[in-house]
């Protein structure tokens, strides 16, 4: 795309695989505002483009689009900052609880016991969530 260059509704959202609505929902909320052309169609620029992209990459790491929208638009740095660091922390947490997820599902894989609840390493995943620990027996 030229830097003079500019794209309908259809062609953004097609080069990027959504819907015409989506990117009608996020300019109502504030988070897109395209050029008008006569007749008032929306014309996206290249800094539009980067606008669109920096949504999605937001959505994918799991923020709100509130939360995105304040990001995008706010100058209070502090004010960012705040909504990352609550969003890092609560990614964090989720990571922390997936991976504990994981390390069950592969205590498991790793059992060659025939009742997998006499696996003293299953035994110990379980212990660790009750709190305690279970006697090892060899």
Same mark, same amino acid.
Request: glycine share 8%.
């Given at each position: 795309?030229?830097?003079?260059?500019?794209?309908?509704?259809?062609?953004?959202?097609? &080069?990027?695989? /959504?819907?015409?609505?989506? @990117?009608? &929902?996020?300019?109502?909320?504030?988070? @897109?505002?395209?050029?008008?052309?006569?007749?008032?169609? #929306?014309?996206?620029?290249?800094?539009?483009?980067?606008?669109?992209?920096?949504?999605?990459?937001?959505?994918?790491?799991?923020?709100?689009?509130?939360?995105? #929208?304040?990001?995008?638009?706010?100058?209070?740095?502090?004010?960012?900052?705040?909504?990352?660091?609550?969003?890092?922390?609560?990614?964090? #947490?989720?990571?922390?609880?997936?991976?504990?997820? /994981?390390?069950? =599902?592969?205590?498991?894989?790793?059992?060659?016991?025939?009742?997998?609840?006499?696996?003293?390493?299953?035994?110990?995943?379980?212990?660790?969530? =009750?709190?305690? #620990?279970?006697?090892?027996?060899?």
């Amino acid at each position: 795309m030229k830097s003079s260059a500019t794209m309908s509704i259809g062609e953004v959202a097609g &080069h990027f695989g /959504l819907a015409t609505h989506v @990117l009608r &929902h996020w300019e109502t909320m504030g988070l @897109l505002s395209p050029e008008r052309a006569t007749g008032g169609r #929306r014309r996206y620029g290249r800094s539009d483009l980067y606008r669109v992209a920096s949504i999605l990459l937001a959505k994918e790491a799991g923020l709100a689009l509130t939360d995105i #929208r304040d990001i995008l638009t706010t100058a209070d740095v502090e004010k960012r900052r705040d909504i990352q660091r609550r969003h890092r922390d609560d990614l964090a #947490r989720r990571i922390a609880e997936m991976q504990a997820a /994981l390390n069950f =599902i592969e205590g498991g894989l790793n059992c060659d016991h025939e009742d997998i609840t006499e696996c003293p390493n299953y035994q110990s995943l379980v212990a660790d969530r =009750i709190g305690t #620990r279970a006697p090892r027996s060899e």
